[in-house]
């Protein structure tokens, strides 16, 4: 079994005292794989110090998360990833993670669509996937993405936790995808009722580690190997031998992000 988790921060702060160890821990749960979204200019040498070590394991993506966007440096912080994306000199799986949060801070939303949309651009000049944070916003999510849809256009809402109507609407863009994470295994997370509906070629798995610890995990710090308890869950919830699960979900986020993983 191989799984790939498809959105980890493996490379905060949280996991400095065991990073090699949290590494091997994935290893013997069948998590080969890792894709490390950046947030900030401050996360780009975290996100290439893991993808240096681990080469054949770690996989960068490059962008500006929303919780970030600031009018006073919002500039600055998109010129340093558009940087990193065209001068480091090293192969980014996607752009990301990008997108809509209006949890914390509501009044950066002209800048959050302004960031979008520049990284967007960008997604699509270097034909690679866009990966899209979305809390509390899946309308100016919506709304972005009815006007920069084409078929030059692929990605993932990660951590998916809206709707069926919702998840549908993602997957009708075209080659779009909903990773699923931790809160699927949550007694009242909703996914319960979406993921048995949805197309079994449009899901990829993920943890968003440190963030969201799947049960029997919840409210700790979580990790990449905990991808092993989403692939179960997801099964559970297709009705599906879990190496189907895995197999499915792996060969999804291989078609999406251009990967190949032995």
């Given at each position: 079994?191989?799984?790939?988790?498809t959105?980890?921060?493996?490379?905060?702060?949280?996991?400095?005292?065991?990073?090699?160890?949290?590494?091997?821990?994935?290893?013997?749960?069948?998590?080969?794989?890792?894709?490390?979204?950046?947030?900030?200019?401050?996360?780009?040498?975290r996100v290439?110090?893991m993808?240096d070590?681990?080469?054949?394991?770690?996989?960068?993506?490059?962008?500006?998360?929303?919780?970030?966007?600031?009018?006073?440096?919002?500039?600055?912080?998109?010129?340093?990833?558009?940087?990193?994306?065209?001068?480091?000199?090293?192969?980014?799986?996607?752009?990301g993670?990008?997108?809509?949060?209006?949890?914390w801070?509501?009044?950066?939303?002209?800048?959050?669509?302004?960031?979008f949309?520049?990284?967007?651009?960008w997604?699509?000049?270097?034909?690679?996937?866009?990966?899209?944070?979305?809390?509390?916003?899946?309308d100016?999510?919506?709304?972005?993405?009815?006007?920069?849809?084409?078929?030059?256009?692929?990605?993932?809402?990660h951590?998916?936790t809206?709707?069926?109507?919702?998840?549908?609407?993602?997957?009708?863009?075209?080659?779009?995808?909903l990773g699923?994470?931790?809160?699927?295994?949550?007694?009242?997370?909703?996914l319960?009722?979406v993921?048995p509906?949805?197309?079994?070629?449009?899901v990829?798995?993920?943890?968003?580690?440190?963030?969201?610890?799947?049960?029997?995990h919840?409210g700790?710090?979580?990790?990449?190997s905990?991808?092993?308890?989403?692939?179960?869950?997801?099964?559970?919830?297709?009705?599906?031998?879990?190496e189907?699960?895995?197999?499915?979900?792996?060969?999804?986020?291989?078609?999406?992000?251009?990967?190949?993983?032995?």
């Amino acid at each position: 079994m191989h799984l790939i988790d498809t959105h980890t921060h493996l490379y905060q702060p949280a996991f400095d005292t065991d990073r090699e160890a949290a590494m091997e821990r994935c290893l013997s749960a069948g998590v080969h794989t890792l894709l490390l979204p950046n947030i900030d200019s401050e996360s780009i040498p975290r996100v290439h110090g893991m993808m240096d070590q681990w080469p054949d394991r770690c996989f960068g993506m490059m962008g500006l998360h929303p919780c970030h966007v600031k009018p006073d440096s919002m500039e600055a912080e998109l010129a340093a990833c558009e940087d990193a994306l065209r001068n480091s000199g090293r192969r980014y799986v996607a752009v990301g993670e990008i997108g809509f949060d209006l949890h914390w801070d509501k009044t950066t939303l002209k800048e959050q669509h302004t960031a979008f949309e520049r990284q967007v651009a960008w997604a699509k000049e270097l034909q690679l996937p866009i990966v899209i944070h979305v809390r509390e916003a899946f309308d100016d999510m919506f709304e972005a993405l009815d006007r920069l849809n084409d078929e030059g256009l692929r990605g993932v809402v990660h951590c998916f936790t809206g709707t069926l109507e919702q998840a549908n609407r993602v997957v009708e863009y075209g080659d779009f995808y909903l990773g699923i994470g931790g809160v699927a295994t949550y007694k009242n997370g909703g996914l319960d009722a979406v993921l048995p509906h949805v197309p079994h070629d449009r899901v990829i798995l993920e943890t968003d580690s440190p963030y969201l610890a799947p049960v029997p995990h919840r409210g700790k710090r979580n990790e990449s190997s905990y991808t092993a308890i989403v692939a179960q869950r997801l099964a559970d919830l297709w009705e599906v031998p879990i190496e189907q699960a895995a197999q499915r979900t792996t060969d999804n986020a291989q078609r999406l992000f251009s990967i190949e993983v032995h």
